[in-house]
């Protein structure tokens, strides 16, 4: 239960966390009683005697009463503009059929008469009885007067009804992309999909794109979350989304690591940033059949998934970025596609050694044995998504069965064997795709359906921890309970490790980010 510690509205710098047990997850295998925070900095960590008697000026003293100390949680992969849209937009998560997702899209432009566009995210057509979005007809007839763009929840495709596609049509050069082949009012590629939502989204003001990030960031914060790696761009004009965020990352009630999605190596580095891409997408998704494979699907026997962009692109991109030394992410999932990018920074690292790159490849789905060894020798990053096998690779009644049959789903996603190697697997959401929640993370690693990818509490905890600041290079400051570190800690109801079965059901009691509670659990 979580214990009734509401703090005063001035509590911030100095702090003193006593009566809990204090999982540091700093290699050492002791647990601590209690933590001393002053200005934003962890100060001590000890048994309760030795907190009091420790000297941090002022401080607000916080009883546990036997709760659990971790450190804040990092996501490693969010779009975070996509999970605020989410928020403000038709959710058509769950949905049945297409009249369903009709039906929702018709309350949601009844209930937002002020918006300019009706936006429906988290459709999911595969799972449609129809097998497909709606057409455009069927989306006039639910909207008949207002633009209307539909997601999937992948955000790899969508639909629009007619007067969007007047919108998204326009009269210019770009034209012939935004429409794509959208004779159904479908844009079932990542080209045209971006190029739509880009028409789509840019109804927003900045302030209402401010706005999204500071509600994603608040929800979280509930979850214990303290760094999120957003991956943003690709769907603003002029990328609006990523100078808003830059406008606004000091305000928010988490630390931000941005990965702006642009091949622009000389934009990124007039912005001072260290690191480009993020979800640039090699290839496209697994449901979409335009995820990147040697083999075909079996549920689309006629195509293997295509790359988005050529292999010399790819390594163009890589070798420019790597040259600058920026640190580089992109988005992989197929076999054809991790080889295909692991194999640019293979040739980028030879051509141009550095030291420590930390290169991500993001999503790493279906690696080849060639690719885990080449990201073994490199120390690659592999931001990836517990959750995903959770949720669609059930033996038995498995989505990816379906797709590639019992030997490829059983490769894919293998986090033991990637942890067990030493690989540093940092944990994400892919929000909006899944929630921004890494207790769910947490326990979807340690209860997958199939026992092959099952890792232990404390690998599963450290990919939302421990190895989400290194994949930021940020394991100096943040990610652990140290001395000197950043004060980003989660407090929670539970000891994670004492019921593995049960991660998934734990509370979050306090969020505390650089010294400072940005979420308390307790009602009132």
Not at 225 to 233: A, D, Q, S
Not at 326 to 333: S, T
Request: with cysteine.
């Amino acid at each position: 239960m979580n214990q009734a510690h509401r703090l005063s509205d001035a509590a911030g710098r100095n702090l003193k966390l006593l009566n809990g047990t204090v999982i540091p997850m700093d290699g050492a295998p002791e647990r601590h009683r209690a933590v001393a925070v002053r200005s934003g900095q962890i100060a001590a960590v000890g048994d309760v005697s030795e907190i009091l008697a420790f000297d941090i000026g002022r401080a607000e003293v916080v009883d546990l009463g036997g709760e659990f100390v971790l450190p804040g949680f990092i996501d490693s992969h969010v779009h975070a503009f996509a999970t605020g849209l989410t928020m403000v937009s038709a959710d058509l998560s769950g949905a049945r059929d297409v009249g369903d997702v009709c039906r929702r899209l018709g309350d949601h432009s009844a209930a937002s008469a002020d918006a300019a566009w009706v936006l429906g995210l988290g459709c999911t057509p595969w799972t449609l009885k129809e097998r497909r979005f709606p057409t455009r007809e069927e989306l006039d007839a639910a909207v008949p007067e207002r633009p209307v763009y539909v997601t999937s929840a992948t955000f790899h495709s969508g639909a629009a009804n007619s007067v969007a596609l007047r919108y998204i049509g326009g009269e210019d050069e770009h034209a012939e992309t935004r429409l794509g082949s959208a004779t159904e009012g479908w844009f079932l590629d990542d080209d045209s999909h971006f190029a739509a939502a880009r028409v789509a989204f840019g109804s927003l003001s900045d302030e209402a794109i401010t706005d999204l990030y500071r509600r994603v960031a608040s929800h979280a914060a509930s979850k214990g979350v303290t760094t999120l790696h957003c991956l943003e761009g690709q769907f603003m004009q002029d990328d609006r989304d990523v100078l808003a965020l830059i406008g606004c990352q000091q305000e928010l009630p988490v630390h931000t690591v941005l990965m702006y999605q642009t091949m622009d190596v000389e934009r990124v580095l007039a912005l001072g940033l260290p690191r480009i891409g993020g979800c640039l997408t090699v290839d496209g998704a697994c449901f979409e059949h335009t995820a990147a494979f040697y083999e075909p699907y079996l549920d689309a026997p006629r195509t293997c998934g295509t790359l988005n962009y050529s292999e010399e692109t790819i390594a163009e991109f890589v070798r420019r970025a790597h040259g600058a030394g920026l640190q580089i992410g992109m988005h992989a999932i197929g076999d054809r596609a991790v080889d295909t990018l692991v194999r640019s920074y293979v040739n980028a690292q030879a051509e141009n050694p550095r030291r420590d790159a930390r290169h991500r490849v993001e999503h790493f789905q279906l690696p080849s044995e060639w690719a885990i060894d080449e990201a073994r020798r490199l120390d690659l990053a592999l931001p990836m998504q517990p959750v995903f096998s959770n949720l669609w690779d059930h033996p038995g009644d498995s989505d990816y069965e379906r797709s590639f049959g019992v030997l490829r789903a059983e490769r894919m996603e293998p986090l033991a064997r990637l942890v067990g190697l030493g690989l540093h697997v940092g944990g994400g959401s892919d929000s909006p795709v899944t929630p921004i929640d890494p207790l769910l993370g947490i326990h979807a690693a340690v209860n997958n359906p199939r026992p092959s990818r099952r890792t232990t509490v404390d690998d599963a905890v450290r990919m939302f921890t421990v190895n989400g600041a290194w994949v930021a290079h940020e394991e100096a400051i943040r990610g652990s309970i140290s001395v000197g570190n950043v004060a980003d800690l989660v407090v929670l109801d539970e000891d994670p490790y004492s019921d593995p079965t049960g991660i998934g059901d734990i509370g979050v009691c306090l969020t505390i980010h650089e010294g400072t509670v940005t979420y308390d659990g307790v009602p009132g």
